[in-house]
T-cell receptor, first 113, second 113 residues
Framework: NAGVMQNPRHLVRRRGQEARLRCSPM?????VYWYRQLPEEGLKFMVY????????ESGMPKERFSAEFPKEGPSILRIQQVVRGDSAAYFC???????????FGPGTRLTVT | DQQVKQNSPSLSVQEGRISILNCDYTNSMFDYFLWYKKYPAEGPTFLISISSIKDKNEDGRFTVFLNKSAKHLSLHIVPSQPGDSAVYFCAAMMGGSQGNLIFGKGTKLSVKP
């Protein structure tokens, strides 16, 4: 499967726990983007990363959220001390040099109870 | 403050007829526009795109029209097929942006046999 991989597909966390979402980009892609989709809403940009660098985090909440894309391994979106309002679908996308050609993974559906 | 607006939450079309999905935007700095298709529990799939220097782009049954003066674009699907039933998202990117796609809220298309 050469597409964008995300895991887990579904994640349930209790309030106050940590959530870790993983994304493996498409083979040959070095740019990773994270988006969040709340119910009945469009996707909202969160962060753009290249290997070992955060390029644009203008859409990331200032607290509790962090992202990384290490030299080896998948990109990780980390949410600390989750609250009910964090319940959403989180999508990862990747691209090559053409930023606008972003290919999306199947998403991780986070439910906070 | 929605920069990309899809004012029709849903659209129902008969199989074989034309589907027209509309999108309006407010930011004249957008220079690239894309349409994505999304099935439930899946990530968005790229359909077709258009640069702001063009007014039309065709790919098989899909055509996107851009009217810069009206800040409006539309996606035409001809002929519509039941498999086209999905949510369609319009997205835009600003010149100089490094991958921050701004999405509309989506239009749910139902194609009836």
């Amino acid at each position: 499967n050469a597409g964008v991989m995300q895991n887990p597909r579904h994640l349930v966390r209790r309030r106050g726990q940590e959530a870790r979402l993983r994304c493996s980009p498409m083979k040959g892609h070095s740019h990773v983007y994270w988006y969040r989709q709340l119910p009945e809403e469009g996707l909202k940009f969160m962060v753009y990363l290249q290997k070992e660098n955060i390029i644009d985090e203008s859409g990331m909440p200032k607290e509790r959220f962090s992202a990384e894309f290490p030299k080896e391994g998948p990109s990780i979106l980390r949410i600390q001390q989750v609250v009910r309002g964090d319940s959403a679908a989180y999508f990862c996308a990747s691209s090559g040099q053409a930023f606008y050609e972003q290919y999306f993974g199947p998403g991780t559906r986070l439910t906070v109870t | 403050d929605q920069q990309v607006k899809q004012n029709s939450p849903s659209l129902s079309v008969q199989e074989g007829r034309i589907s027209i999905l509309n999108c309006d935007y407010t930011n004249s700095m957008f220079d690239y526009f894309l349409w994505y298709k999304k099935y439930p529990a899946e990530g968005p799939t790229f359909l077709i795109s258009i640069s702001s220097i063009k007014d039309k782009n065709e790919d098989g049954r899909f055509t996107v029209f851009l009217n810069k003066s009206a800040k409006h674009l539309s996606l035409h699907i001809v002929p519509s097929q039941p498999g086209d039933s999905a949510v369609y998202f319009c997205a835009a990117m600003m010149g100089g942006s490094q991958g921050n796609l701004i999405f509309g809220k989506g239009t749910k298309l139902s194609v009836k046999p």
